[in-house]
């Protein structure tokens, strides 16, 4: 149900401006303040930064298959309590999206989430690595980003013919950057920290190696691609320098590459076993001025939920990934950059690049789609997973102090986070 | 002190400590009724996920000698890879009302998330590439035997750096004692970083043994091959193996260490072990009385806060005292 609303004193920001004044909601899109109903519901915004909802690019969302871990209403619950209103929903389940008959499963189970749910495809059958996926069949179906999740397309080839393929079709393919010859059997990143406490670690090198290759191969077919999940120094360098070059590239970080590193894991904590591993202290200095530069598109979640038993195991034997929809903004916005930078990063480019349009249509004005979160950009909390509202029970950032909170989250004109708490 | 989980998480003063009383518990283990009571009525576990005669043994022996009940866990190896919680297997323990867990797991880093769900302590003898605080102290406590002490001398260590916890806790104890280290291995049997180790690295053994106060030498596993680290053994015994040559050029009077068990012909000629200055059998005696400090400062006296000069007072008292009738080992599957 659509009511009427009124978003008062808060700071507006937006792609376009950001100013001071009152939000009119009402019939899911933006509306003048004087044309709304009368009984709108009034929110207080004073203190607070209002701005287009949130986009994450990078999500498991456990269904189908892993409904112990999470399922969309849970995921979409903690979605619209971290501020998201579109959330990305990655193939890698159980079946695997690979046909147009999964990804309209996936998004009949979508319309269960509070959030609005894309569908990524997978660029191979069954995330193997080995045949192409019906990606015309899939792109017919609604999807626009398509992703074998994991290390990506290791055959250099097979990741030719996908982007040429890909490329009339508006498909970005997108991808993480690993060399799995040179990772294979590690635990965390490579360095001081895994030579002090005894864990195989991924040398920097495996993910640059497949950043330049990745790069080349865009030259040569100009096709787009996406880097997901970047997180060493060296490939925010090269990634920007070939953006900069005109290449139809962009790229993304987890807010969990940007606030720890491999120090972190002194205590073996399984909740930081995440992929790609937890870099150098240096590699996330470099991701936060990437970031605060615009050198690098995107920030994202990257949630991954587990059960405890798949954590509650040796090192070596504990699963990767973290839970990230209800910490990111948070721990995006206290790591000292501007929000105008956070939101760039979280909502207006990561919407233009999954094609929700640009910045400027899904800027606040009247006629908009009503998007909306509000931000208290002071309030202090403690992440305990426990009471969120996540299924998984895997933070990184648990016991972690966060500043910034979402109050209000409102999805195409209906109020589905009040009081930082979901709408009844 | 409640747990033993590195050599880095000792004081140097808690280190130098242990030393110190370990000759008291020497002298109880060389005594004809090798025992007293100082831990009667605790329970000490030993949980082996990984095959380790020796090692199990002699924590085994230092907790009888003290008295104390003890009880083996074995864990097949496999129901790691089962997906077995460790949290689970701790809660078990825990229900068995255990004082002291002593863990080797193959994985570096368990015994730190074992001390998450234990209220016992943990002795680690050996997780994964990571550590094992027994071995560097028995190891301290045979340089000491052999050398009157660790301060200026320089201690070589040979071979598979990379995979050894054992490398990785006697640099710590050597160190922290005033030795210099070098660390002598081909450039894949090293881990990264090693610069920021308080070691010099050498790939040259032959100068390295030119001007050395001690020897330690590391087992070199077989499947290192596989894994192309290097290429064969024939060529690592000839570059980094301590064959007869090399050991007559280091003279009798240069103490030979190595943790076992050995790889005869490998990275030790297969008739050096027999020579006087291979302290191999030393080391494993005088684990047993260094596992024996180790469990009776966390267990015993040493952890109620009583001064350490009261130990041979409670040493002494615990010879006269009756001792408990054997407490026979039980086994226990997990």
Not at chain 1, 364 to 371: C, N, R, S
């Given at each position: 149900m659509s009511e009427a609303y009124l978003i008062r004193g808060g700071t507006v920001a937006d792609a376009v401006e950001t100013r001071t004044g009152d939000l009119g909601i009402a019939d899911g899109t933006i509306v003048a303040v004087d044309d709304l109903p009368s009984g709108a519901i009034e929110i207080d915004a004073s203190g607070c930064i209002v701005s287009t909802g949130l986009v994450d690019l990078n999500a498991h969302l456990g269904e189908p298959g892993d409904e112990a871990a999470e399922t969309m209403v849970s995921a979409g619950e903690a979605a619209v309590l971290g501020g998201f209103t579109t959330v990305l929903a990655m193939p890698d389940t159980h079946p695997c999206v690979d046909t147009a008959a999964v990804v309209e499963h996936v998004q009949l189970l979508g319309a269960h989430a509070l959030c609005n749910i894309e569908v990524a495809g997978a660029i191979t059958v069954g995330n193997k690595g080995e045949n192409l996926a019906p990606l015309a069949e899939l792109a017919e179906a609604g999807v626009r980003f398509i992703t074998d999740c994991g290390?990506?397309?290791?055959?250099p080839l097979l990741l030719r013919r996908a982007l040429e393929y890909a490329k009339p079709l508006g498909l970005t393919i997108a991808q993480p950057a690993d060399c799995e010859a040179l990772s294979r059997d590690a635990h965390m990143h490579e360095g001081e920290w895994s030579s002090r406490l005894g864990l195989a670690g991924a040398p920097a090198e495996a993910e640059e190696i497949n950043v330049m290759r990745d790069i080349s191969l865009v030259r040569l077919t100009g096709g787009r691609l996406h880097f997901q999940t970047l997180s060493t120094a060296g490939s925010f360098a090269i990634v920007s320098a070939a953006a900069q070059s005109g290449l139809p590239i962009s790229s993304e970080v987890t807010t969990h590459h940007l606030r720890l590193c491999d120090a972190d894991l002194a205590g073996y904590d399984?909740?930081?076993?995440?992929t790609p591993p937890l870099r150098a202290a240096g590699d996330a200095r470099a991701a936060m001025s990437a970031v605060a530069a615009g050198r690098v598109d995107v920030i994202v979640t990257d949630h991954t939920p587990h059960t405890t038993d798949r954590k509650e195991r040796p090192f070596d034997h504990a699963a990767t990934g973290t839970v990230g929809l209800e910490t990111a903004l948070a721990a995006a916005l206290c790591s000292g950059v501007p929000h105008e930078v956070v939101l760039r990063a979280m909502s207006w480019r990561p919407a233009e690049l999954l094609g929700l349009g640009s910045p400027e249509q899904r800027s606040?004005?009247?006629?908009?789609?009503?998007?909306v979160v509000v931000i208290d950009p002071n309030e202090t909390w403690t992440v305990n997973v426990a009471a969120m509202a996540t299924l998984g029970t895997n933070s990184a950032f648990e016991g972690t102090e966060l500043t910034g909170r979402v109050r209000t989250t409102i999805v195409g004109g209906r109020l589905v986070v009040d009081q930082g708490k979901v709408a009844a | 002190m409640k747990h033993l989980l590195s050599i880095d998480e000792l004081t140097t003063d808690e280190l130098q400590e242990l030393l110190r009383i370990t000759p008291s518990f020497a002298e109880v283990a060389s005594r004809r009724i090798a025992k007293v009571p100082a831990l009667r009525g605790l329970t000490v576990a030993t949980l082996f996920y990984e095959d380790s005669t020796r090692t199990r043994l002699s924590f085994e022996v230092a907790a009888k000698r003290l008295s104390a009940d003890t009880l083996n866990v074995s864990v097949a190896s496999s129901s790691v890879n089962k997906g077995e919680s460790l949290r689970d297997t701790a809660e078990t323990i825990e229900a068995m009302g255990i004082d002291a867990v002593v863990v080797r797991h193959a994985s570096s880093g368990a015994p730190w998330q074992l001390t998450k769900w234990l209220d016992a302590s943990v002795i680690n003898a050996g997780d994964g590439w990571h550590q094992h605080p027994t071995q560097a102290l028995l190891d301290c406590f045979t340089l000491q035997q052999e050398l009157g002490s660790l301060q200026g001398r320089h201690i070589a260590i040979v071979g598979?750096?990379?995979?050894s916890r054992v490398a990785r806790s006697d640099v710590s104890a050597f160190t922290r004692l005033g030795a210099t280290v070098t660390l002598v291995a081909p450039p894949t049997l090293l881990p990264p970083?090693?610069?920021?180790?308080?070691v010099t690295v050498s790939h040259d053994l032959d100068s390295v043994l030119a001007d050395v106060d001690a020897v330690y030498l590391l087992r070199m596993q077989k499947e290192r091959m596989r894994e192309s680290l290097v290429p064969d053994l024939r060529e690592y015994t000839a570059l980094y193996g301590l064959t007869g040559a090399r050991a007559a050029r280091l003279g009798p009077n240069i103490p030979i260490l190595h943790p076992g068990p050995m790889n005869r012909g490998v990275e030790i000629a297969a008739d050096v072990p027999d020579l006087d200055q291979v302290v191999v059998v030393d080391q494993v005696r005088n684990g047993v009385a260094v596992r024996m400090a180790v469990l009776f400062m966390l267990l015993g006296s040493g952890n109620s806060g009583l001064p350490a000069d009261s130990l041979p007072a409670a040493m002494a008292q615990a010879s006269q005292a009756p001792v408990s009738a054997d407490a026979e080992s039980e086994e226990v599957s997990a």
């Open positions: 290390s990506g397309i290791q055959d399984t909740n930081l076993k995440v606040l004005q009247v006629g908009a789609p009503a998007d | 598979d750096i990379k995979h970083a090693t610069e920021t180790w308080p």
